[in-house]
């Protein structure tokens, strides 16, 4: 009787093998596809006029501002990263959580905002946090190669605390989330944790990409969160402060906006490269009882430049009222 011959997986069966164990096969297999879809777009296979195509003029932008001697000024303001503390008080937050630290950081793009960085490793190790979020976007590029992307994110998480939790943003792709989970970050994809002080809890959510991918699921991610019990979303994207906040979360932190990383002076945003009320764009806001604040991010997304809006790490801290 033959025997059989199992030819062994290609890398890319194996991937996709890992994806379906850690997220499900519909899943997996939604995220691959939607990715595939949008990368099309960007080599011309679909519509070389989409919008999205006017990502790539960025050399454009970048020798205009170098000719108008802005440039430098721009890429200097992109790595001044300041810190700011945000004070969120409830009435129902459990008592031992009163006093609770969060550091929250978001748009990485760590190969292209390496000033930014390399001020964001020194800035962490002095700040004092309970856990550490990461609403998302840790490449810059929103398609290809990701290799240095991990690397930096990797020399970033040796630098953070032992409770390190993240979402995926619309500039990641889910291939990048075995390595991620794999240098120490707790990956929420349409998932929950429990954090536990004496005999009382809070959780924390998180949900896949809700602007480019569409792919947050809010009842999976809340499914194993009793009702009524304080708990908080990370989003990559604001866009989702509706569905948040009639869903129960107490909090909501999420990043995507950038601030507007160009602004007018007194820091007005010229877009938020999303449909968003501008008061959900940046900095802290309310919905329907539930909390929220914006983070106009660590790095700087297609030019490393910013103008009347400051990169920023952000401590929120919780406190009982």
């Known amino acids: 009787m033959a025997q059989a011959v199992y030819e062994p997986l290609s890398p890319e069966e194996e991937l996709l093998e890992r994806l379906e164990e850690r997220l499900g096969r519909v899943h997996a297999r939604q995220r691959l596809g939607m990715e595939r879809e949008y990368e099309d777009k960007f080599n011309g296979r679909?519509?070389?006029?989409?919008?999205?195509?006017?990502?790539?003029?960025?050399?454009?932008?970048?020798?205009?501002?170098?000719?108008?001697?802005?440039?430098?000024?721009?890429?200097?303001?992109?790595?001044?990263?300041?810190?700011?503390?945000?004070?969120?008080?409830?009435?129902?937050?459990?008592?031992?959580?009163?006093?609770?630290?969060?550091?929250?950081?978001?748009?990485?793009?760590?190969?292209?905002?390496?000033?930014?960085?390399?001020?964001?490793?020194?800035?962490?190790?002095?700040?004092?946090?309970?856990?550490?979020?990461?609403?998302?976007?840790?490449?810059?590029?929103?398609?290809?190669?990701?290799?240095?992307?991990?690397?930096?994110?990797?020399?970033?998480?040796?630098?953070?605390?032992?409770?390190?939790?993240?979402?995926?943003?619309?500039?990641?792709?889910?291939?990048?989330?075995?390595?991620?989970?794999?240098?120490?970050?707790?990956?929420?994809?349409?998932?929950?944790?429990?954090?536990?002080?004496?005999?009382?809890?809070?959780?924390?959510?998180g949900v896949d990409d809700a602007h480019q991918y569409m792919a947050a699921n809010l009842e999976k991610a809340a499914a194993g969160i009793p009702g009524g019990e304080f708990s908080i979303l990370l989003s990559h994207t604001p866009e989702i402060y509706k569905q948040a906040a009639y869903a129960g979360f107490h909090l909501c932190l999420s990043g995507h906006t950038h601030g507007g990383q160009i602004c007018l002076p007194g820091s007005v945003p010229v877009t938020l490269s999303c449909d968003l009320p501008w008061r959900f764009g940046v900095g802290p806001w309310s919905y329907e009882g539930m909390k929220g604040y914006t983070s106009v991010g660590v790095g700087s997304s297609v030019i490393p430049v910013r103008f009347n809006c400051s990169p920023e790490v952000t401590l929120h801290h919780l406190r009982l009222k």
């Open 46 to 205: 679909v519509n070389f006029f989409n919008p999205d195509k006017w990502y790539s003029v960025h050399s454009f932008f970048t020798w205009a501002l170098k000719l108008t001697g802005l440039y430098q000024l721009g890429a200097r303001n992109a790595g001044r990263i300041e810190v700011r503390h945000n004070y969120i008080d409830f009435a129902d937050l459990p008592s031992a959580f009163d006093g609770f630290t969060i550091l929250h950081l978001s748009d990485l793009h760590v190969e292209m905002s390496a000033p930014a960085m390399r001020r964001l490793t020194e800035l962490v190790t002095t700040l004092e946090y309970d856990i550490c979020v990461l609403t998302g976007d840790y490449r810059g590029k929103i398609f290809g190669p990701f290799d240095e992307a991990l690397r930096e994110t990797a020399r970033l998480r040796s630098c953070l605390g032992e409770a390190v939790y993240g979402v995926l943003g619309n500039h990641d792709t889910v291939r990048m989330l075995p390595e991620l989970e794999a240098m120490g970050i707790r990956m929420l994809v349409n998932e929950s944790e429990t954090i536990v002080r004496g005999k009382q809890r809070l959780h924390l959510a």
